[in-house]
């Protein structure tokens, strides 16, 4: 069964341009969700949807970030004008509805500002 | 609001030997509790999930947990390391309230020597 899949795996870019990352989640899933890991501050859920609308977008840092999920099968992560301090791995996870279920991740998207 | 704690950034164990990997909870509710293994570049994978059937739970790879509604824990073991162990490994915690998040310890480093 295919998993999560998230494009690209490496992005370099320079400060200033705009960065769109991309997640296919698990069919049949009912959410998606939006994290970005770094050293300093771990595991950060940004957003997530469920059933393509977003529910809590409280992580998001600020204005320059913005997701969609125009369908159940795609979703977008998009970054305008980029930071170096944007540089992270950014993750997209899906799940069945129910808070006992598991999230399943994807491989990430390793983003470096330069 | 629910949390998790993660004694330990780092542990180190010999090939062989016993892995004890420390997570406690805090929640108001019954918790659903989840370990995740991240290994290097690569997404976080699903370990093993407690959602009160049992309280002993067992996962993959020969790792096992157990909850302990008094000790607000739920600790991860394995009783033989192995170097392909050696990865970071979260616990995650969420309630049924029907907000479909987790919340996620700061992680272990497992470090696994010959």
């Known amino acids: 069964d295919a998993g999560v899949i998230q494009s690209p795996r490496h992005e370099v870019t320079e400060m200033g341009q705009e960065v769109t990352l991309r997640c296919k989640p698990i069919?049949?899933?009912?959410?998606l969700f939006w994290y970005r890991q770094t050293m300093m501050r771990g595991l950060e859920l940004l957003i997530y949807?469920?059933?393509?609308?977003?529910?809590?977008d409280s992580g998001m840092p600020e204005d320059r970030f913005s997701a969609k999920m125009p369908n159940a099968s795609f979703s977008t992560l998009k970054i305008q004008p980029s930071e170096p301090r944007d540089s992270a791995v950014y993750f997209c996870?899906?799940?069945?509805?129910?808070?006992?279920?598991?999230?399943?991740f994807g491989d990430g998207t390793r983003l470096s500002i330069l | 609001a629910q949390s998790v704690t993660q004694l330990g950034s780092h542990v180190s164990v010999s090939e062989g030997a016993l892995v004890l990997l420390r997570c406690n909870y805090s929640?108001?509710?019954?918790?659903?509790l989840f370990w995740y293994v991240q290994y290097p570049n690569q997404g976080l994978q699903l370990l093993l999930k407690y959602t009160s059937a049992a309280t002993l739970v067992k996962g993959i790879n020969g790792f096992e947990a157990e909850f302990k509604k008094s000790e607000t824990s739920f600790h991860l073991t394995k009783p033989s390391a192995h170097m392909s162990d050696a990865a970071e490994y979260f616990c995650a915690v969420s309630e049924d309230t029907g907000f479909q998040k987790l919340v996620f310890g700061t992680g272990t480093r497992l470090l696994v020597s010959p």
């Open positions: 949807f469920n059933n393509n609308v977003p529910i809590d």
């Open positions: 996870a899906s799940s069945f509805l129910g808070t006992n279920q598991p999230q399943h």
């Open positions: 929640s108001s509710v019954p918790p659903y």
């Open positions: 069919s049949g899933h009912d959410y």
